[in-house]
């Protein structure tokens, strides 16, 4: 089946490093997404990772990926009071290229 | 930078009637797409169309839903017969092309609240 996973809360200080995990299940995806929602927004995209690379670096956003584990991180550096929103981990299978599966997103709360 | 464009904010309709959510996909986009978000639960895929036809559709996306494109700009999603169920977060999605490598852009999103 398909399924993708993440924490639904993490709160971190100002100008600490955030994580975000996220597993997922269809080992035959191929790409794997971190979406940020500010409240009353949509869906931004960040950043995306081909399933044949371990990791890619955006400025401040770090993803790391473990094809073995399904496992997809997310770091933030320096995060900062902006940087609060849910952000969601998504999935394409190579057999639905259309169909992105979300994860139920991750709170973020980035405190002084 | 462009954007996938959305209207209305939010829509209020009572029970059985239709609804027609519009989007403004990003304009050297081709491929479309509609999810929803029920408050609380996940985005949840409901259709793909390209080349003026539906690519996939998910088991949501029953009789009661259609997509059109009516015009060069214009991505429409109508439902039909409106249930309480509906009620949730509408979101519209663009891409270049089909693969993966091209991602998909979305819209703030259509809130629908069915009376």
């Known amino acids: 089946g398909e399924d993708v996973e993440q924490s639904l809360f993490l709160s971190v200080r100002e100008g600490d490093s955030s994580v975000i995990n996220c597993t997922y299940t269809?080992?035959?995806?191929?790409?794997l997404y971190w979406y940020k929602q500010e409240p009353g927004a949509g869906l931004q995209l960040l950043t995306y990772?081909?399933?044949?690379?371990d990791m890619k670096q955006d400025q401040r956003l770090t993803v790391l990926l473990n094809k073995k584990d399904k496992h997809l991180s997310l770091r933030i550096a320096d995060t900062q009071t902006g940087d609060s929103a849910i952000y969601f981990c998504?999935?394409?299978?190579?057999?639905?290229?259309?169909?992105?599966?979300f994860g139920a997103g991750t709170q973020v709360v980035v405190t002084p | 930078e462009p954007e996938v464009t959305q209207t209305p904010s939010h829509q209020v309709t009572q029970m059985g009637q239709e609804v027609i959510l519009r989007c403004v996909p990003i304009?050297?986009?081709?491929?479309f797409y509609w999810y929803r978000q029920i408050l609380g639960q996940k985005v949840e895929f409901l259709v793909s169309?390209?080349?003026?036809?539906?690519?996939?559709k998910s088991e949501i996306f029953d009789d009661q839903f259609s997509v059109e494109r009516p015009d060069g700009s214009n991505f429409t999603l109508k439902i039909r017969s409106t249930k309480l169920e509906d009620s949730a977060m509408y979101f519209c999605a663009s891409s270049v092309s089909g693969g993966g490598n091209q991602p998909q852009h979305f819209g703030d999103g259509t809130r629908l609240s069915i009376l």
């Open positions: 998504a999935e394409t299978p190579t057999d639905s290229w259309g169909k992105l599966q």
């Open positions: 990772i081909f399933s044949n690379m």
């Open positions: 169309f390209y080349n003026n036809e539906i690519s996939e």
């Open positions: 304009s050297n986009h081709l491929y």
């Open positions: 269809d080992s035959s995806s191929t790409y």
